[in-house]
């Protein structure tokens, strides 16, 4: 279930799920963080009182004072530097009978020093007793009930570990700890020392209202986040996926990315990609569609030819009409296997070509190779063209551009070839490679006829052909496949007729430099 929602469900709420889960985990360590703080503050300062008595008890041994009242209370009066920084110190002997405590003391309460002028006045014993008991309990009202805490640790097994408590008492956080006081290593009492903490409430507030400013912030932050995460990023995806769709189930084309098309960012290129690659697909799509016609329409002709000299050569006995038709449809096969064959090759030369990894290749070096391979040919088969290379406007550089060697091959090889088919005896073509307009420049120049059309564009559109006595051996197929070939290279291609007193074919081609 769990899995199958995480599948299902959008960024944008894998996104605030996971800040949930993440925020929840943190909440938790929160919560026991929290509630360690205020321990182990009490317990820091508990290490405090620890060393103050310690000190007490080696103050007690050294003087070797007895656990009395009277003695322990001289004692207090005479160590006041120890309990400076206290609120309370108290003795108590083993029965859990108070001995001294320091709020009780006629002292200054900020020197603990004995008054040497005021002059004893005789009190009854009694009535000393009772105001002793009066500002005892006056003095546990405010403060702890230390008694019972003296009585807790009385009753402890492990004397050797000291009691530590806390406790509000009129909005004043106190904290106590309780110890033995050893004499000669015997435990003659217990000391309790007590202090007003509201700093550790202090510190412990002060914690918990930066963790929950920093949930907050971290909160919001969060939140800023997922409404730009959804209305920059989220938003413009759903939009391109709703555009797929509608592209896969040939749906009125819906406009809605458009509007991402001038971002700059990563969103706006995948939009541009996709409407780039949409465009791509229809424009393939539609010329597959006219191609297809084409082709049926180029084959119709032939077959038209082929059956009615087939039915003319059943039914005619003259051996001379009879070699003219077997001839017409020996012509007429091979235009249709010529056209076949040269449909085909296109289609796999076009998606090779969109599968190849394009390279840096010097166009220049491609032309050598390419015209030597044709110069070998054309002597071997004793034919008087030649053909020549100018690289004066190169000035010995490379003309490095970004393609494919072997299509590259395939371009110059028939332009070459169509220059040569209609090259006289005795001819030259003239192969030049410069640059123009920043781009690499290969213009191949023969001595031919040149162009009769009115529109010379058209000699690069499929089936097109004027070569009516070379009937079946060209399927007009050529010159498209190279136009397509230079444009899938990025540049383009230009036929015209050489300038008087010149005269034949001019093609110049055009194709982006790579540097």
Do not use: W
Request: charged share 30%; hydrophobic share 40%; proline share 2%.
């Amino acid at each position: 279930m769990k899995s199958n929602f995480f599948k299902s469900s959008s960024i944008l709420r894998k996104f605030l799920v996971f800040n949930l889960i993440v925020f929840l985990v943190l909440g938790v360590f929160t919560f026991f963080y929290l509630n360690a703080i205020k321990p182990n503050l009490v317990k820091n300062r508990s290490e405090q009182h620890s060393i103050i008595i310690s000190n007490t008890s080696d103050h007690i041994n050294r003087l070797k004072i007895e656990f009395t009242k009277d003695s322990v209370t001289d004692f207090l009066l005479s160590t006041r530097f120890l309990f400076q920084n206290l609120d309370r110190v108290q003795l108590y002997n083993l029965d859990s009978n108070l001995l001294a405590d320091t709020d009780t003391l006629d002292l200054a309460k900020d020197a603990f020093v004995k008054n040497e002028n005021v002059e004893e006045t005789p009190i009854d014993k009694l009535e000393e007793e009772e105001n002793i008991k009066k500002k005892l309990n006056e003095s546990q009202a405010t403060t702890f009930n230390t008694e019972n805490y003296v009585k807790k640790y009385s009753k402890q097994k492990d004397k050797e570990n000291k009691l530590i408590a806390s406790e509000t008492i009129n909005n004043n956080f106190y904290v106590i700890t309780i110890n033995t006081v050893k004499i000669e290593d015997k435990n003659r009492g217990y000391i309790v020392v007590s202090e007003i903490s509201n700093d550790i409430l202090v510190a412990v507030d002060e914690r918990k209202n930066f963790i929950l400013r920093t949930v907050f912030s971290i909160a919001l932050v969060i939140l800023i986040f997922s409404v730009f995460l959804n209305k920059y990023i989220l938003k413009p995806i759903r939009s391109l996926v709703l555009y797929t769709k509608a592209i896969k189930e040939k749906d009125v084309k819906i406009g809605k990315h458009e509007k991402y098309l001038l971002r700059k960012d990563e969103v706006g290129q995948l939009s541009r990609s996709l409407n780039d690659m949409t465009a791509d697909l229809y424009k393939r799509i539609n010329i597959a569609e006219t191609f297809s016609s084409d082709l049926a329409h180029e084959i119709r002709n032939p077959l038209t030819s082929l059956k009615g000299a087939s039915e003319v050569l059943e039914n005619t006995d003259d051996n001379e009409k009879r070699k003219k038709l077997i001839k017409v449809i020996s012509h007429d096969v091979e235009r249709i296997e010529r056209l076949i064959t040269d449909y085909s090759q296109m289609l796999k030369d076009e998606a090779s070509l969109s599968r190849a990894k394009m390279e840096k290749i010097d166009l220049s070096s491609i032309v050598t190779s390419v015209v030597e391979d044709f110069n070998s040919d054309l002597l071997n088969s004793n034919k008087n063209i030649e053909i020549e290379i100018d690289r004066t406007n190169l000035n010995g550089s490379k003309l490095n551009i970004l393609g494919v060697e072997s299509k590259l091959e395939q371009i110059v090889a028939n332009l070459l070839d169509n220059a040569v088919s209609f090259s006289p005896a005795n001819g030259k073509i003239s192969v030049i490679c410069g640059i123009k307009e920043k781009k690499a420049q290969l213009v191949i120049e023969d001595e031919g006829p040149g162009f009769n059309e009115k529109n010379i564009d058209k000699i690069f559109d499929r089936f097109y052909s004027n070569r009516p006595e070379n009937f079946g051996e060209h399927s007009g197929l050529g010159l498209n496949i190279v136009k397509n070939i230079i444009e899938l290279h990025g540049g383009s291609i230009d036929a015209s007729n050489q300038s008087i007193p010149k005269k034949g074919a001019r093609i110049e081609v055009l194709i982006p430099i790579y540097k």
